[in-house]
């Protein structure tokens, strides 16, 4: 999963972190390769005899989890995530009091499968599910300073890729059962685990089947919490923001197929594919997508005016009629990228893919746009808009797409998470969140369950520009801070009446 956070206040957090970032990369080994600190792999997954031994103290144990989690590959396509789920649900079986299992969805033989783990209640309220996923997107080894899959381990991070997105979710989601299993009373729900295949490529192979066809792995939850959320760290003087995803922008993603005369390389190729591919493509840049906000975004902004800084604070709280009058207002919102993403639908052509030989014309060519939707919007509409502006001599495919599905921000649960936030050191501010990328929770909240996007991990940009990107890492400090902060988020939930 993707995701860009709104800030409040961007400028001194920048020259914050910037002065920062060299010292972590050094501190980290990234910059200067030869002497890298690392601990010696204690976890080598691959075959049976290769299992970790029990934890004892699960802080001391989770970069060595997590570093093992990240050895076993699970690049989607084609995903493979069967021996991750089999390897984690060998680590959960060593501790008494969590049941887990290895849940294949696509038949007994398939290499892709889920892992489901369950700590139980005493029953008197309906289950809580911890939502990951297994697979990750592929890397580029080049652009990294380390093997993306060698799993390492120093100074104070674990670094592969997964370490954020979501390998190291799957593990602070692990680690809370442990945490709770070990506690001398059983909560008032059961605590499940769920992490699923197939995450990155739409969840069709993951997610989608659970929601369709395995409710019993829910055991009629009433939340949920995944990724997409988390605390955006303080400036000076400012509380961190807590945020918690209750909905998410939509994919409509397209394939476009223009065919044209094929033949020899030497005879014009006047009607080639390529070349109709790519007019059609150019005219993409002359998509019209205005400013929009919609219920749940204005909703956001209006919860984030009072921390926000002073000049901005009235535009925050109505902010559809302050994008429409203010034009500075416009300009300074819409320079952050992660802020205009929420308030306009986008395209973008993400591969192309046309011929095999310089001298031989192809029949076809081939693109693929990733469209995100505003909550509300449909991707029909928006397919019809596309076909308009790139012309009818290419064709334009719906390859993926779902409705946006929202959950209720006022519960027991946003207020415990809200609670605990407030009692932090540093205090956090826990606010309703729109994200731009998506997840896999709008399967279940179109179960009705409410799906929240918060895994409690205080990231800085240098542990989250590496999402989907090079050098991809997670400190030490986060996967113990989202373990303990899970736990006291799930005690206090408990403690409601
Ligand atoms: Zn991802």
Redesign the pocket.
């Known amino acids: 999963?993707?995701s860009l956070m709104p800030r409040a206040l961007t400028t001194a957090t920048m020259r914050r972190w910037r002065s920062g970032f060299v010292v972590a990369l050094v501190s980290a080994g990234l910059l200067a390769c030869a002497g890298t600190p690392q601990i010696a792999p204690a976890v080598q997954p691959g075959s049976d005899g290769e299992y970790p031994s029990p934890i004892a103290d699960w802080r001391g144990s989770a970069a060595e989890i997590l570093a093992g989690a990240i050895r076993l590959k699970t690049v989607n396509p084609p995903g493979d995530e069967a021996l991750l789920a089999k390897w984690l649900s060998r680590v959960l079986e060593q501790e008494d009091g969590i049941e887990s299992r290895v849940v294949s969805l696509e038949g007994a033989n398939s290499r892709r499968a889920a892992l489901w783990a369950r700590v139980p209640g005493n029953g008197s309220k309906p289950p809580l599910v911890l939502l990951s996923?297994l697979d990750?997107?592929p890397a580029d080894a080049d652009a990294w300073t380390v093997d993306p899959f060698a799993g390492i381990v120093g100074g104070g991070f674990v670094v592969g890729r997964g370490a954020l997105?979501?390998k190291g979710v799957t593990i602070v989601h692990l680690l809370t059962l442990v945490a709770l299993a070990r506690r001398d009373a059983p909560l008032d729900r059961d605590i499940i685990l769920l992490a699923t295949p197939d995450?990155?490529a739409g969840g069709l192979h993951g997610a989608a089947r659970v929601a369709r066809d395995r409710l019993d792995l829910l055991g009629g939850a009433e939340y949920l919490l995944t990724?997409g959320g988390g605390i955006q760290p303080s400036v000076a003087g400012q509380p961190d923001l807590w945020g918690v995803a209750f909905t998410e922008k939509t994919p409509c993603w397209l394939d476009v197929t223009a065919r044209g005369l094929p033949g020899h390389g030497s005879t014009g190729g006047q009607h080639a594919a390529p070349a109709r591919l790519a007019e059609a493509l150019a005219r993409l840049a002359h998509l019209d997508a205005p400013i929009q906000v919609v219920p749940s975004v204005a909703l956001m902004f209006e919860a984030l005016a009072p921390l926000a800084a002073e000049d901005v604070r009235s535009h925050f709280a109505q902010l559809r009629g302050a994008l429409a009058l203010h034009p500075e207002f416009r300009e300074r919102f819409l320079s952050d990228p992660g802020r205009a993403a929420l308030v306009r639908n986008t395209a973008v052509v993400t591969t192309l893919r046309a011929g095999e030989s310089v001298n031989m014309v192809p029949a076809s060519a081939h693109a693929s746009i990733d469209a995100r939707l505003l909550p509300g919007e449909s991707c029909i509409a928006f397919t019809e808009q596309v076909r308009r502006t790139v012309g009818a001599e290419v064709e334009v495919e719906i390859r993926l797409a779902f409705d946006a599905a929202e959950s209720p921000i006022d519960t027991a649960l946003m207020g415990a998470i809200k609670r605990v936030a407030a009692r932090q050191e540093p205090p956090g501010v826990a606010l309703p969140r729109v994200i731009a990328?998506f997840t896999d929770a709008h399967w279940f909240r179109g179960l009705g369950i409410t799906s929240y996007g918060f895994v409690p991990r205080r990231l800085r940009p240098i542990e989250t520009r590496g999402?989907?990107g090079p050098n991809e890492r997670i400190s030490l400090d986060n996967l113990t801070l989202g373990v303990e902060t899970l736990v006291e988020i799930l005690e206090e939930l408990d403690a409601q009446p």
């Open positions: 999963m993707n996923h990750t997107v997105d979501a995450e990155e990724e990328g999402i989907h």
